[in-house]
């Protein structure tokens, strides 16, 4: 691993943060700290920590010596000044006298030791810095040390590599034990550079923050060489051929892992699914003995909280024989299932309180194909697919030198279920959308866009389908997160089927399907030619289906219900004059959405519409307002209002409508109309 640090951008972080009072150790120390973090080989989404032993000058104005470590919550890679609190350092060091201390009262202790209390709560490895006297103190997961140190002779490893410039710490979870044990070592030879935690990580020290993490690069140096020396590849087994593609399968696996009924009665909880491969993936998924090593146990304790401590191994997919799989993936989800619940009975008496997680995997291995990462939001299953990868790369490296091997059972229940570490994830309250995927068509437009957005505000990852790509992809953007643009021809049945496929290759499946696209054609209905008919049915009805059959299809390879929803028009029950090429497909589609709810309501699909009229719209625009205002004599402001309510129906109005028609699990067949009240447009 080659060193990033730069002289020059040392430098000008000294000046930067010297402007806002902060010394250029603590400067450095910033510097040093994001340089780690953004190595995801070193740190991964809140792995790792660092600290300075410096003074600060307290509230009362009195300068005292301080620790400044990295608080819970902080990313490394962008750290700032305020996620290093300062915790007063002798009273923190005279903690290790103490036989023993709670994670309770650590963490109080803690928190009364912060020079300012509204600042973060100092990390969970807090003492052990403060234990080690080094001025700066630097810890990291990397992934080649902990190729070297996952092994049954790790401490002979560690020896054979580092000489004595790195103490042993036999494994302990982190906490206090872990401080006094790792300070015990440290006495032992107080010149080490460092110290490997086995099954852990590594720390070193240095008197400045350039040392510390200059060390840290060459004893990772050293892990990788070691790793790479007369490295043996995994034994591998060719799976068998064609093997299916990811679009097929991701649906299968996404709803063999769903929890039916968590939240009520059709309220399942779905996971979202994040693809990766490689040839590094696949030599591992691959590997003759897989279940053996990825089923050893995590990389480094931390992970445990993001991807369980075994990830779901799933037969290899074969092309043309996808029910088979089906029946395959099934039954390993509810072993896997089993085996989880088991293991957390059989552990659960070590911390009694603890409630089980859900029992789902968080990362699925597919020979042949890749892995999947697994999470209740988008972010999550991303977080979880890294650290897959992470640990490909580490145990791969493992059974390079040896024979991968983690922390015992009982350690791994210990670490899985610490309020501690779980206080890491930080309280999210559930959305209502949570883990589900829609896909909105016509996205770009003023309904499309409204729609997108509150859908994703409700938890749900949105794929904005549009022919105009620049205005989907702003929104995409816009909204953030779990949302993607798709230029997407509704009319044409291969650029659906992509747009599909790529929602599944981006999120894993589809729950709700937002049939939105639409454009009016006018004409007299006995004289309009036939070609303007045609267009219209193409785009207002044909179009409908082509997104619905594909959304059918998904829905059923997942076999957890879903919704269609359907923009129709008031013109579907209520004709405008010289509108019947506009309102013959719409009714035609309003009929399509009862026929979707009949043939698959057994399946868990619902099929919904809204009918909603005078909205806003590329489809309404000013200067077709003005026109038909202007043909009933009226002025523009009243023909928008000319509704029972005397309000003007807006974009967002339509897209409150889909959202409560997708949240409506016992709802089907329904039409909801948002057009202010047309007692003439009236169901009856
Ligand atoms: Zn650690």
Redesign the pocket.
């Known amino acids: 691993m080659k060193s990033a640090w730069v002289e020059r951008d040392a430098k000008a972080a000294i000046d930067h943060f010297a402007q806002a009072g902060i010394d250029a150790a603590l400067a450095l120390r910033i510097y040093s700290t994001r340089l780690l973090g953004r190595e995801p080989k070193l740190v991964l989404h809140g792995?790792?920590?660092t600290s300075l032993k410096t003074t600060a000058r307290d509230l009362l104005g009195e300068d005292v010596a301080v620790l400044c470590v990295k608080g819970s919550g902080w990313d490394m890679a962008a750290i700032e000044p305020a996620g290093m609190p300062a915790v007063r350092l002798e009273p923190a060091r005279s903690l290790r006298s103490r036989a023993a201390l709670s994670d309770d009262e650590m963490v109080r202790v803690l928190r009364a030791l912060l020079i300012d209390p509204q600042a973060p709560s100092p990390s969970v490895?807090t003492l052990l810095h403060a234990f080690i006297p080094a001025k700066v103190v630097d810890?990291t997961?990397s992934t080649a040390v902990l190729s070297l140190i996952d092994q049954p002779n790790s401490a002979d490893l560690c020896a054979e590599v580092y000489g004595g410039k790195l103490g042993f710490v036999p494994y302990i979870m982190?906490g206090f034990a872990l401080a006094k044990s790792a300070a015990d070592e440290f006495d032992k030879n107080p010149k080490v550079e460092g110290l490997i935690?086995d099954k852990?990580?590594i720390f070193t020290f240095g008197n400045d923050a350039r040392e510390a993490y200059e060390r840290m690069i060459e004893f990772v140096t050293l892990a990788e060489a070691r790793v790479a020396k007369n490295r043996k590849s995994l034994a591998g087994v060719k799976p068998p051929q064609p093997v299916a593609l990811v679009h097929e399968v991701a649906p299968i696996l996404r709803g063999a892992c769903t929890l039916k009924d968590a939240f009520g009665e059709g309220a399942h909880k779905r996971l979202i699914l994040d693809f990766r491969s490689s040839d590094a993936i696949l030599a591992y998924v691959n590997g003759q003995e897989l279940a053996r090593y990825a089923g050893a146990g995590v990389l480094?304790p931390?992970h445990a909280i993001r991807t369980k401590n075994w990830p779901l191994i799933v037969p290899p997919p074969q092309a043309g024989a996808l029910d088979d799989f089906k029946t395959a993936a099934h039954t390993a989800v509810r072993q896997y299932v089993d085996r989880y619940t088991a293991y957390f009975k059989r552990n659960q008496p070590r911390s009694p309180a603890a409630a089980m997680h859900d029992p789902l995997p968080r990362v699925v291995l597919v020979p042949g194909l890749g892995l999947f990462g697994l999470g209740v939001t988008a972010k999550d299953a991303r977080i979880a697919a890294d650290i897959a990868e992470a640990a490909v790369e580490g145990i791969a490296g493992a059974e390079a030198i040896g024979r991968f091997t983690s922390i015992t059972e009982p350690d791994m229940f210990d670490i899985e279920y610490w309020p501690l570490e779980l206080a890491k994830l930080g309280a999210r309250k559930r959305a209502p959308l949570d883990g589900q995927v829609a896909v909105i068509t016509g996205a770009a437009g003023a309904i499309g866009t409204a729609t997108a957005k509150l859908f994703a505000e409700a938890g749900a990852a949105v794929a904005l389908l549009d022919l105009d790509n620049v205005a989907a992809a702003a929104t995409a953007k816009a909204i953030g997160g779990a949302s993607m643009a798709i230029q997407c021809d509704v009319t044409d049945a291969g650029s659906v089927r992509a747009a599909f496929e790529r929602t599944v290759a981006a999120f894993g499946g589809v729950d709700i399907a937002i049939s939105n696209a639409g454009a009016a054609w006018q004409g007299k209905i006995g004289e309009v030619d036939e070609a303007t008919l045609r267009e219209s049915f193409e785009l207002n009805f044909f179009a409908h289906q082509k997104v619905a059959q594909a959304a059918v299809k998904i829905m059923l390879a997942q076999g957890s219900g879903g919704c269609l929803l359907f923009n129709v028009s008031k013109q579907a029950v209520n004709p405008g004059a010289n509108f019947g090429p506009y309102g013959l497909p719409k009714a035609a589609t309003l009929f399509l959405v009862r026929q979707y709810a009949l043939d698959y309501g057994a399946d868990g699909i619902r099929a919904n519409a809204v009918n909603a009229d005078r909205v806003r719209s590329g489809l309404l625009t000013d200067d077709f307002i003005a026109q038909r205002a202007q043909a009933r004599g009226v002025s523009e402001k009243d023909y928008m209002t000319g509704n029972l309510l005397q309000r003007e129906v807006t974009a967002q109005d339509v897209a409150q409508a889909f959202l409560a028609q997708a949240l409506a699990l016992k709802t089907t067949a329904d039409v909801t109309t948002v057009d202010g009240g047309n007692i003439a447009a009236a169901l009856r």
Request: charged residues 15%; aromatic residues 0%.
């Open positions: 792995g790792g920590n490895e810890h997961h982190p935690l852990h990580g480094t931390d």
